[in-house]
């Protein structure tokens, strides 16, 4: 499970690799690694910071990321990682930027 998260981690090319301080860009952080072998943190968990990149691009970057895991790797099925066969899971994310992110955004773009 440690190295399919790994390599979304190396995958992924618009989140950058680091710890959340409250900036603009989104992020992406593997814990378990950070906290070391003793830390409560599951080995497959990813924490995201969503920043101000377009949706679309996060959304892609992380899609390619999950797509380069090896099959070895994977602890769940190739066909339910998103893929054009399965949206399931690039549905839910889109669904989750659109109501929690996009609507936090264009305000603050509008008044700018």
């Given at each position: 499970m440690r190295a399919a998260a790994l390599a979304v981690l190396a995958?992924?090319?618009?989140?950058?690799?680091?710890?959340?301080?409250?900036?603009?860009?989104?992020?992406?952080?593997?814990?378990?690694?950070?906290e070391g072998a003793s830390s409560p943190i599951p080995a497959d968990l990813l924490r995201l910071s969503i920043g101000l990149e377009s949706p679309i691009d996060l959304i892609a970057d992380?899609?390619?990321?999950?797509?380069?895991v090896p099959a070895a790797a994977r602890t769940i099925p190739p066909d339910t990682i998103a893929s054009p066969e399965n949206t399931g899971i690039r549905a839910a994310v889109i669904a989750a930027v659109e109501r929690t992110v996009t609507p936090t955004i264009l305000p603050r773009m509008s008044s700018a």
């Open positions: 995958g992924v090319r618009v989140f950058t690799r680091g710890t959340s301080l409250g900036g603009v860009e989104s992020l992406i952080e593997h814990r378990r690694t950070t992380l899609s390619r990321a999950l797509e380069s």
